[in-house]
């Protein structure tokens, strides 16, 4: 039978003995958790049990990709990292993109699944049914940067035909909110995933472009529905944008509607010096020499490399932000001029941490300062709103772990807890370790609940996507207790699907059947609308099982009290969420089908899932 779609096989690698193998992807398997994050949750589960935590040789990291990965559908060469994370010490779930996806079909994989810890820092070498763990002792102390291009050099290859994921020194050092950084500015952030590498003593991860191919069951369907795909992409007003400049237009729309978090959340108000202009997506562009860095298959405008020009900086080669390296980088930390903050953010790629978290602590540090809650003797120096020099300062030593580094590196919840009193409630976090994407969410509460209750590091739901394909409406008012947690609830299971399928989120932005078909053309499956939805509300329940089963229940569904705070100024002044927030989770827990008292999936819903041997392991046998 002809595996189409996919290559057919699991690489497994135990890190401890050396030894790799392949391990068949069952085709019943396949239909029921598709790939990516479906994959991973259920290895997760199985696998990994409540005793092995992320730091434990038996954790798995499994980097996996799924059907459309490698086929000319654009967006195609997706990552997708499932964990036990750093951060929650539950589980992970975390996209990234450029080649990896593709790179591992071609070489006959869908997977990656590493286990044990390596007594030796290794990476891991795949070129076709060639796999090998190669001593990675010369690349230690590089960045992810200079670790690609060493290697591109020792196998005499780059571009697409060598895909390089790895992790920086903050990985090495085990920075709690160490990432997993690809292909030149590509970055599965979310949950301390490329701390759980660094702790495996797993440098990379370098594919070299296979030679076997990927089948589509039906490729001129494969073809059009692509097509479909794209001209939506380019031409619907809600991705257009998106088509065009990636999310730099999110700057200045959200800081409109009081979204763009500016200086850890302390005010929501533009400074009058900054000139507007310079913040919309197209004023971004402006003053960068520019080339284009797509991912496989994707004719999206952005993942540009760019040349700084001006300022000390000046004539540095590097990764053109999304929205969130503009954020994180910048406007959380005060930073208002483009040229740094697009510098800081790719020191913090180079690094490899996830650049939500470093804004999140860096401003933090820098309120606390201020406000006489951390001493220049306790940091070492003076570190001032907007000081991009000073925040490179404090990300070396928070990934050497150097001084107050060494706290910092634990993250914004756990080093705010360990100062504690006023210091503590300046820190933005959620109660479960989850890191906020780059927004303010006292103004999109639909993000806030969402990051509070999600099982995966980060949101499970994230902004709607077409909801009206699922009979929701087009949008509600983002502040609205009622309507916010039923689109929320009510979209849950989307995103996960897209997880699972080896393609960009940003180019799966598609009506829902649009994107079925193109899953009906590459595999010969039937799925509708309403399989890929049952699918991922299936991924969601195993991965809020596996964390219930770690330990990890409703009791911390709830946003640190900064994090939760009622904005002093700008548009939505006095409004605060907390007032509502019982409330919204009593709506969102009836939406999504779970219990409100244990947090667990309900048994019918478990049952309708075909979950039966999960239902039985949180309720009993007899419900």
């Known amino acids: ?68 990965a490698g086929l000319p559908v654009w967006g195609t060469g997706g990552l997708t990292v499932v964990t036990r994370g750093a951060m929650t010490n539950g589980a992970t779930n975390t996209q990234a993109n450029g080649f990896f996806g593709a790179n591992l079909k071609y070489c006959g994989y869908d997977a990656i699944v590493f286990q044990g810890e390596s007594p030796d820092w290794v990476y891991l070498h795949i070129r076709d049914d060639g796999v090998e763990l190669r001593d990675a002792s010369e690349l230690l102390g590089k960045d992810t940067w200079e670790t690609q291009q060493s290697l591109e050099k020792t196998l005499n290859l780059s571009g697409h035909n060598l895909s390089v994921y790895s992790i920086g020194p903050a990985g090495e050092n085990l920075v709690r909110f160490a990432a997993i950084q690809g292909d030149y500015g590509h970055v599965a952030s979310k949950n301390g995933c490329g701390t759980v590498m660094g702790k495996k003593k797993v440098k ?117 932000p999304e929205y969130e390296g503009w954020s994180g980088a910048g406007w959380t930390i005060g930073a208002t001029d483009p040229q740094q903050v697009t510098w800081m953010n790719t020191q913090l790629d180079r690094a490899c941490v996830d650049v939500n978290e470093f804004g999140w602590l860096c401003g933090w540090v820098m309120e606390c300062q201020q406000k006489g809650y951390i001493t220049d003797q306790d940091l070492g120096f003076r570190l001032e709103w907007g000081d991009i020099d000073g925040a490179n300062r404090l990300l070396e030593m928070i990934c050497k772990r150097e001084g107050m580094g060494d706290l910092l590196a634990e993250g914004t919840k756990l080093a705010a807890e360990k100062l504690g009193g006023e210091a503590q409630d300046c820190a933005i976090y959620t109660e479960v370790n989850n890191s906020p994407r780059g927004h303010d969410h006292r103004s999109r509460w639909e993000e806030m609940i969402d990051t509070c209750t999600g099982s995966g590091g980060t949101m499970d739901t994230a902004p709607p996507v077409f909801p009206t394909d699922y009979g929701l409406p087009a949008r509600v008012h983002p502040q609205d207790a009622e309507e916010v947690p039923k689109h929320v609830g009510g979209l849950r299971g989307r995103r996960a699907y897209e997880d699972s399928l080896g393609a960009c989120v940003f180019t799966t932005r598609a009506p829902m059947d649009v994107l079925c078909r193109s899953i009906q053309a590459a595999t010969g499956w039937d799925v509708d609308k309403d399989e890929a939805m049952q699918t991922g509300r299936r991924i969601n329940a195993l991965m809020r099982a596996f964390n ?60 309708e899932l075909d979950l039966e041997d999960v239902a039985e392991a949180l309720w009993g046998a007899n419900v």
């Open 548 to 607: 219930l089963r770690c330990g990890i229940g409703p009791e911390v569904e709830k946003p640190s009290r900064r994090y939760g705070s009622t904005p002093v100024d700008g548009p939505i002044a006095g409004v605060s969420i907390m007032d509502q927030w019982e409330k919204m989770l009593d709506i969102w827990y009836e939406t999504a089908g779970y219990d409100r008292e244990t947090g667990r999936p309900k048994p019918e819903l478990l049952r």
């Open 204 to 320: 990379a991860v370098a594919i070299e472009r296979g030679t076997k191919g990927v089948a589509a069951a039906h490729p001129k369907a494969l073809f059009a529905a692509a097509d479909d795909i794209a001209h939506s992409l380019q031409t619907d007003p809600s991705t257009r944008g998106l088509y065009l400049y990636g999310t730099l237009g999110g700057v200045r729309n959200l800081q409109g509607m009081g979204a763009l978090p500016i200086r850890n959340y302390t005010t929501n108000v533009w400074p009058e010096e900054v000139e507007t202009q310079k913040w919309e997506a197209n004023g971004l562009r402006e003053g960068f020499d520019h080339r284009g860095h797509q991912c496989s298959a994707c004719g999206m405008h952005h993942c540009h490399m760019q040349v700084i020009s001006s300022g000390p900086y000046k004539g540095q080669v590097v990764d053109e």
């Open 1 to 68: 039978m002809t595996d189409y779609a996919y290559a057919g096989e699991i690489l497994r690698v135990d890190l401890s003995s050396g030894k790799t193998w392949g391990e068949k992807f069952e085709a019943a398997d396949r239909r029921k958790w598709v790939g990516g994050a479906g994959l991973g949750a259920k290895i997760l589960w199985e696998e990994v049990p409540p005793d092995v935590g992320w730091d434990h040789p038996e954790n798995r990291l499994v980097l996996a990709t799924g059907p459309l």
